[in-house]
């Protein structure tokens, strides 16, 4: 049977072309020789997914300097339908790029995707400290909204590289505050049968707390602690309606067909009003989670046996 | 209908007539008709159920004074194949009686059960302080043993009513300490397929902790409150091969079917190195366990429902 | 001895006049009268009070909608030797405005600043889909925008009753997506000795996590839960070193001379690498911590002289 | 110097000489060349201390085979004003004598302390089956009763060497059932000040649960475990007041002058409704602690100083 005649799959990522978030998208070889769809913003991305305008979204969820991308968290937390099924880091250095002829002094106003904004704040406070902030849908933007009269942007904070896209001049290297920094991208389906664990898997869930009871988040990080599952990510975001209610954003070591994780799964599902799970997925970083022999999947299923003998009476309970 | 043809059930029980056992054994209506078997000691009657000469054997497990009877905990955490199916209590009041005539500063030597004897102790000590105890195998036998004069005894301590199955004067009554005291009962068959949950069950365990663990018996009392499971009796038994090494006797609230209590039991056979269940039947004061809701079976299952569905994609993973 | 000629206060706050930081410093009742410094940001607004150039300064710290004002966690987490003294809280609503003639349909750039743009992003992206962003200082700044031609600048997101300061007329009013958003506030000194507890108050903390325990989240919370003492926030943010590490902003109920919150602080302290005090402070909404009898502070001065008599011999060890 | 004049040291033990409570006795340099005085029962022990007869009782709290001796736990937990000042382990073998010119299969009636017995009750029940059980004082007045025809007594369970003091043949060696059997004796004084920690001790307590906790008994452990504070023994006896009550016999590894065991009993006292203290004491298998960084005494102290600092706000909170 031919696949010939198959549609090319469409991937949604924040354009255009140079940005971090295309080095991510990179990374996948799935989405070599399909479409690649350049787009403004990650409500944009996000959007094409959920009508079906493309297969995917990478989209940026954390910076090791920033920390979590709050509007990406709030989103996968309230829009139905969605799965995170891969996870990308990309090394994250910033240049400052201007017009030919501009000197550094002349540098009143700095566009900037403000993730990129805050890593490199401290370095533009020191070299610019009258500067204002222009913010800019993206790290390339940025460096196109130099050649927009409109806008009137003396410099623009971009990925290295970016002079091979633009006529622009480099007037600072390394001007992000950390230069080990890091971003961390997912993407992003609809709702999809989950794949099969590789041995090195992160699962991501958003989990609301029951009201009513001191000691809930307690409560919630035993039921993964019991089962010996580690958590690489907790967060908390405002759940909106007042001040003081909190929904944890959670990334689980392991895979949801792992007896464990499932088992902590079920836990939580047990115990929280409202749970959503976001996906398992294979780690960037390829780091299989240490198990010890009380939560591996044969423990598991030898509890099972025994209990299912015990009920039928065909073992006598001893272990 | 007819059941004429079937074999009768057979109850062994420390006798003879008259003994709390007994009165234990009259709380079962099934075995109500049947052939009760009075035997000598604890061995006796579980090697009856061991050996098939008996279906069933009623025994003492623990007292509200003297605490549990460690002979019998011993017994069924080291003999296999034998089942709990049912708890029964037996109010426990002591006499001292004597061949007519005995006065009680006579009194040398006093035949008891060493669970009667322990309950009243004090009393003895106080009315008889240079008495002598010799151990009776029954509260009953212990009358009958004034009869032999082999044995020099010259008081036994004794159910009430027991004057009416020999030829004894009653020294003294309420000689127990606690007038409130009370002895609970276990009936104790081969394995079997566990029965149907009542709303109002008991479940025993005997659990050995693994031993590389510190916080061991934490993360095993936490298996059961992490469900809701409340228990009823923890007790620890010295396993015997060297000092310091204890496994636990555990009775907690609720069925082997429920799903509370089925959950909370794989989590402890992953974890302990040796656990042997020894029976879910219903609690002798008909107490119903208290279950929140998120410990449920409708919890438990509508759980699972979520975790399918999530797996298979045809949820979108909101609760 | 006479205070006439003592100096005023002084404090440092978001300016200009009008912005929400305004509104919380008039909440200070010992701030009236006293001199009130406008800086440009906080960064500014710390460094007065790190200098000395001012008493205290006022800092936005948390958004019911948007979550903890990152920057500002971050900062009092590095910058050494701040204090929190006071938290108020500032009801938060917007209007579009712009300058007199201007309709909603030309409206392109949209100064804001960005705590206020993340609020009314969704009724912008609704009203007009292809407007930009321009980080202003401040919400009043953002209207003061309205008037430098030099930043192309169509329209503002502005507190209510900005009309009264500026020649600018309202477009749209309540355009921040929830209508009951709030924005808390804390007022920060230099460090000096705590005040006394008012019944009603709020204990905040920086701590690390030590690195080579699992489950060390987990610990932390006992050690708050063991003595229970809720906690009203928990966020975490990045260390910044590397992918993964992260430091928790926590915010307790209680005062550090509460004593089951001080035996809270000194575990926190033996189990973390790096624990930083921020402060004990009457809590905004003035709502009493509910503390039961097991916590409350005579428990604690009991339980001192008892083991100080055990010690000593003079108690027999009886409770 | 002289203390020719001092009173000499009396100590209580279960005698005659030769019992194993002798043996232990022997293992407490002090006691070298005082006085000892060999009683018949615990309760003359206890009485001697309490009432000053003695300086010290000797008792037997535990067999590794047996558990522990109840009616001793009892006894601590119910009678004020005593405390544990050491501990011992005494080897525990047996040998069956009688009457020379005995033969085994003349044995009807045998004399044994009840622990010894429980230890050679198998090989009695395989080598005598219809044996009758008389209960003796102590394991060397079992060899005595052999004397007293008044008695009827065939054969005796005594330690081995019984036969120096007393005209007996040995009947068998070694008829206990576990031979690394040990026994762990006590020794208890009147309350005392508690001597100073040698870095291998032991602390013993008796708690009460409170009543209206599930989970009580859990977050009793937590006390303990939450300072790194192991137990090498947790028991439970019943109070006696009805089924289901119980105190929970405790020994903790560590002093209570250890700083981490000070605050373990703080927590315990501050949470039980019912607690004693009965000594902290050197162990006798000298097994040191092991204690993490986290739990020695000067990371305690480093707490507290930490914590004065903050709160005068000489120190800017940072660890």
Known sequence: MSHASA??????????????????LRQVPEAEGQVWNPVDNLGEALNDVVTGASDAAMIAIENSIDGGVTVAQDALATIPGLRIIGEYLVPVRFVLVARPGTALSDVSVVAGHPVAYAQCRAWLDGAAPTHRHLVATSNVQAAADLFDPTKGVDAAIAPPGIEAHYDVEVLAEGIAENPDAVTRFVLVSRSVPVGDPTGADKTSLMVELPEDRPGALLDLLEQFAARGVNLTLLASRPIGDRM???????????????????DALLGVKRFSPKVSFLGS????????????????????????DWLRGVIEGTRDGEA
Request: glycine share 6%; net charge neutral; proline share 5%.
């Open 281 to 304: 997925y294979p780690r960037a970083d390829r780091v299989a989670a240490t198990i010890r022999d009380l939560h591996d999947d044969d423990t598991f299923r030898d509890a099972r």
């Open 244 to 262: 003081g209610r909190y929904r944890f954003v959670i990334d689980a070591e392991g895979h949801v067909k792992d007896e464990r994780v499932a």
């Open 7 to 24: 549609a090319p799959r469409r991937y949604s990522y924040l354009g255009p072309a140079g940005t971090f978030t295309e080095a991510a």
